[in-house]
């Protein structure tokens, strides 16, 4: 059973910053989604487990930027100039395949809340 544990989340104002953290029991391929109230979950950022590509939601290039260690099989999302449309819960994921990874991965963590004020 695969499990991801995420920290990091919590309450800043607008063009703040904040770290996520998410810590998985094996190598993945591991990203980022979110889902903000009354919306669908979306897809925010992903790296290979190899740390040889990154990729980006159209709505978070500039701002964010995800990173790992492969040494704790752990993903990092910085997240910069925070807008109160950031506001959401923030899950993590993984899978074994890049591609399932970015549109419907088999693993999830428990989410932690993002809440940006104005």
């Known amino acids: 059973q695969v499990q991801l544990v995420e920290s990091g989340g919590g309450l800043v104002q607008a063009g703040g910053s904040l770290r996520l953290s998410c810590a998985a029991s094996g190598r993945y391929h591991m990203g980022w989604f979110r889902q903000a109230p009354g919306k669908d979950r979306e897809f925010v950022a992903a790296m290979r487990w190899t740390g040889s590509g990154t990729y980006y939601a159209d709505f978070v290039k500039g701002r964010f930027t995800i990173s790992g260690d492969n040494a704790k099989n752990t993903v990092y999302l910085q997240m910069n100039s925070l807008k109160p449309e950031d506001t959401a819960v923030y899950y993590c994921?993984?899978?074994?395949?890049?591609?399932?990874?970015?549109?419907?991965?088999?693993?999830w963590g428990q989410g932690t809340q993002v809440t940006v004020s104005s």
């Open positions: 994921a993984a899978d074994g395949g890049f591609s399932d990874l970015q549109v419907r991965p088999h693993y």
